[in-house]
C-alpha cells in the first residue's frame, strides 16, 4: 500500500469515522478518492492533514471532515443528479461522483474550473461535468437536481437555487458572514412554495461570488499585488500605536509596576501567550506575576497544565506532603511547554519567597487547570482514599476500572464509546466524585490540601471522560468543555484559598483573551477570557502578547519531536504587522481607557496563534483568526522579535536536589 493510500485510509478511520461519519457510500468514496491529486503540488505532502488548504486561484479545498460531513447530509441515492456551486479543485465533486449517478459542477474562476475538469478526465470520472459561470445561478438546463452542494459561504441561500431543487431533494449551504464563520445550513424542499432547514454547525468557507452572492452582478476586482508597505491609513494606525505604547528595553527594565497599578484592582489577571513555545512571553509574564504576588497580594497562580503535575510543584512551593506521581510531571506532549528553563526559575523564585513568609495561609499557590489528566488524576484519588478510607478507596477501584485498559491512552476510550464498542464510565466517575463530597467532613480530619486535591483530581476525571467522548463530535463542544472546566477549576481553588484570593492565570492567548471578541465567539465557543469577563466584568484584566518574527519551540505534529522552527513575519492584514511598523521593538499598550485607541483599533483584523503544533508552509489558514483586539484584551504586550523557550536538559536535571519536581 502506498504512502498515500495509507494516509487516506487513516483519515477515513481518525477524521471520520472516529467523529460519527456513518455513510459507509461516503466513507468508501472518501477513500476512493486519491485527494492529493487535487491539491497544487507544493502542498501535496499536507493532502491528508485534518484541515483546508490552499489552491490556485487564493482559493482553498475543504478540511476531509467538512467534505464527508456535507457529502453525508446530502442523503444521497445512487440515481440522484447533483449540482455542485464552487467547484474549487473539484475534490467534493470527485467524492459526490462516486456516490450519485452524475454531478454538474460550476467555477466562478477560470483557472480552478479548467483544473478540475482536467482532473476529472485524467482519473477518468466520466459522471462529473464541469463548467465557469456564476454558480449562484445554478445550472437551468440541467435542473432540476436532487441535491446541491454549495461550497462557498453566501449571504443567504439564493432563490434561483432553490427554485432548481426538486421536490424532495436537499441542499446544504454554508450561510452568514463574508469573512468570519457561517452557519452550515441543510434545506429541504417540501414541495413548490414549502422548505425546512436545518443547522450542521459553524463552518468557515471563501465568499459565495456571483449574482446571488456576494458582490452581486460583477466579478471580484484583481487586487494589486501587496507591497512592503502599508497603506497611508495603516500606517497612521501604526504611528498611533507607536504614541500610546510604552517602550521598554528588556524584560527586567520593563516597567511592570505600570501594569500592577493598572491591575491593581483586579480579582483575576488573566496573562496570555501568543505560542507554547517562546522565551520571551514565558520571562515577561513571570515577571508580571512576581510584581502581583510582591506588591498586590495576589497569592494564587493557575496555569495551563495538568491538575496533578502541577500539584509537585505546589507541594515544592508551599511545602505539603503527598504521593509522587506514577510518573514524572509534565512527562507527555508537550514536554518543553512546562519543562523548560524559564519555569523551571518561575517555581524556584516562588518557593523561596513562600518560605520567607512565615504565615503559611500568606504563601502562593500554584494550580493545573487543564483536563488531559485521566491516568494521573485517577491514580492519586485512590492514594489519598487508600490512606483514609480503605473501604471507599476499594468502591473507586471497581468503579474506575470501567476505564481498564484506556486509562493511559483515553482518546481510545473515547473512540470505543462514540463507535458503539462499549457504553461510557459516566455513571462510575460521577458516583465516586459524590461519594468523595459526601464523606469530605469525615475527612477533614486528614491534611486539607491533600483532601481538596483529590476532590479536584475526581472532578478532572469527571471532566475528562466526557471530554473524551465529545471530542470526537467536532472541536467546538470539546473546546467549551475543556474551557469550563479550566473556569470551574479557577473558582473552586479560589473558594479554597479563602475570601481575600487574588489569581493569576497563565495559558495561550485563544484561552484567556474574551472569545466574544473573536471569531471564535460566532462559532460558539467560550474561553476563560470570556467566562471572567461574564463573572467579574472589569475585575477581570486580561492580557495578551504578540511577535512579528523570531523562533519558536513546537513541533510539525501532535507527538512529534520539539524542533525550534523560524517564525514567519505576520501578516500583513494583522494586527502584529501594525505593531511591527510601529518601529517600537518592545512594548506595552493599555487598551482600557484609552477611548480613541480603541476606537482607532476596533477595526476586525487576523491575529496570530501558535500552539505545540506550528505549520509555517500553511500559516494563513492554519494560525491565523479574526479579532477585534481591544475588546479581546485590557494589554497587548509585544515584542518584535522572539525566540523559543529552553527546554530543561539531562545535566538541568541532574542538577536539581532529588525531591525537586521537574527533577524526573
Known sequence: MSSFNQQREEMVQRQLRERSIRDERVLDAMRAVPRERFVPRRHRDLSYRDGPLPIEAGQTISQPYIVALMAEALELEATDRVLEVGAGSGYAAAV??????????????????????ERMAALGYDNVEVTQGDGTRGWPSQAPFDAILVSAGGPDVPPTLLEQLAVGGRMVIPVGDRTRSQELLRVRKIDDHEYRQDSLGRVQFVPLVGSEGWQAGAPEPPKPPRGPKFSLKRQRLSSRVAEACEPFDGIDSADVEAIVERARKARVVMIGEASHGTSEFYRMRARITRALIEQADFNVVGIEADWPDTSMLDRWARGWEGPPLPEAPFGRFPRWMWRNREMLEFVDWLSAHNRGLSDPERRTSIHGLDLYSLYNSIQTVLEYLDRVDPAAADRARQRYGCFSPWEKEPAT???????????????????????????????????????????????VVQSAERYYRVMYHGSRESWNLRDKHMFMTLQAVMRHRGENVRAVVWAHNSHVGNAAATEMGLRGETNIGHLAREAWGDEAYLIGFGTDHGTVAAASNWDEPMQVMKVRPSHSDSYEQICHQSGVRRFTLPLRGDDDLREALATPRLERAIGVIYRPETERISHYFQSVLPEQFDEYIWFDETSAVEPLTQSDREALPDEHPLKG
Open 96 to 117: 459526490l461522483s462516486r456516490i450519485a449517478a452524475g454531478v454538474y459542477a460550476i467555477e466562478y474562476h477560470d483557472e480552478l474550473a479548467h483544473l478540475a475538469a
Open 413 to 459: 476510550y473515547g473512540r470505543a464509546t462514540v463507535t458503539g464498542q462499549r457504553e461510557d464510565c459516566e455513571d462510575e466517575v460521577v458516583a465516586t466524585l459524590r461519594d468523595l463530597l459526601a464523606r469530605r467532613m469525615d475527612y477533614r480530619t486528614a491534611d486539607g490540601e491533600a483532601l481538596f486535591d483529590s476532590e479536584q483530581n475526581a472532578r
